[in-house]
């Protein structure tokens, strides 16, 4: 039982270039979550997944995209990188209480 | 839009001592979820303690506990013979009915030998 896994662990990107971000969770959860931590800030909702095939913005959507691929994984996806899309990504699952992956540092130079 | 605010951006406690930690919450709300979350400097995320807004007692996790003031809407965390490895970011959280969650800005607690 991995619980969430995410992937990468790191990722270095140059402006405008393109990734997605990848995440698993293998306790049969419906809600899969989004978000980004910076410093100061706290962690800010990206999107969040309801249920497979359903998907929500959350408070800071502008830039991404997401895939409920099936009811395991949830992608978040950054077409064209931005500076300030520096942070570090963490996807998480279940409503009733949020099971964290380890996170992904992402830098965009 | 939900906001959750933690006046407290660093602490300290003496190793063996009690610490509180402070959080409030705006929401028009009445049935909601609270949430303390820890995050080592490994960085993942770890549930602390939960507590449902319907219910009046306080919860209770081992060393953890909460004063939770809902008319006040006041949601602190008070940890008890404190150990070296409560040392870590400790953040605030509120799921709204939507089932959307409100992270605070995070408190950072050092723990002193």
């Given at each position: 039982?991995?619980?969430?896994?995410?992937?990468?662990?790191?990722?270095?990107?140059?402006?405008?270039?393109?990734?997605?971000?990848?995440?698993?969770?293998?306790?049969?959860?419906?809600?899969?979550?989004?978000?980004?931590?910076?410093?100061?800030?706290?962690?800010r909702?990206?999107?969040?997944?309801?249920?497979?095939?359903?998907?929500?913005?959350?408070?800071?959507?502008?830039?991404?995209?997401?895939?409920?691929?099936?009811?395991?994984?949830?992608?978040?996806?950054?077409?064209?990188?931005a500076?300030?899309?520096?942070?570090?990504?963490?996807?998480?699952?279940?409503?009733?209480?949020?099971?964290?992956?380890?996170?992904?540092?992402?830098?965009?130079? | 839009?939900?906001?959750?605010?933690?006046?407290?951006?660093?602490?300290?406690?003496?190793?063996?001592?009690?610490?509180?930690?402070?959080c409030?919450?705006?929401?028009?709300?009445?049935?909601?979820?609270?949430?303390?979350?820890?995050?080592?400097?490994?960085?993942?995320?770890?549930?602390v303690?939960?507590?449902?807004?319907?219910?009046?007692?306080?919860?209770?996790?081992?060393?953890?506990?909460?004063?939770?003031?809902?008319?006040?809407?006041?949601?602190?965390?008070?940890?008890?013979?404190?150990?070296?490895?409560?040392?870590?970011?400790?953040?605030?959280?509120?799921?709204?009915?939507?089932?959307?969650?409100?992270?605070?800005?995070?408190?950072?607690?050092?723990?002193?030998p």
């Amino acid at each position: 039982n991995a619980g969430v896994t995410q992937t990468p662990k790191f990722q270095v990107l140059k402006t405008g270039q393109s990734m997605t971000l990848q995440c698993a969770q293998d306790m049969n959860h419906n809600s899969m979550y989004w978000y980004r931590q910076d410093p100061g800030m706290g962690l800010r909702l990206i999107y969040y997944s309801a249920s497979e095939g359903t998907t929500d913005k959350g408070e800071v959507p502008n830039g991404y995209n997401v895939s409920r691929l099936n009811k395991r994984e949830f992608s978040l996806r950054l077409e064209s990188a931005a500076p300030s899309q520096t942070s570090v990504y963490f996807c998480a699952s279940r409503y009733y209480e949020q099971y964290f992956g380890p996170g992904t540092r992402l830098t965009v130079t | 839009a939900q906001t959750v605010t933690q006046s407290q951006p660093e602490m300290s406690v003496q190793e063996a001592e009690t610490v509180t930690l402070s959080c409030t919450y705006d929401t028009s709300e009445s049935d909601y979820y609270l949430f303390w979350y820890k995050q080592p400097p490994s960085r993942q995320m770890i549930l602390v303690i939960r507590q449902e807004a319907y219910k009046q007692q306080n919860a209770t996790e081992n060393r953890f506990s909460v004063n939770f003031q809902k008319a006040a809407k006041s949601f602190s965390l008070k940890i008890s013979d404190s150990q070296l490895g409560d040392a870590a970011m400790y953040f605030c959280a509120y799921r709204n009915t939507g089932n959307q969650f409100y992270f605070g800005t995070g408190t950072s607690l050092t723990v002193i030998p």
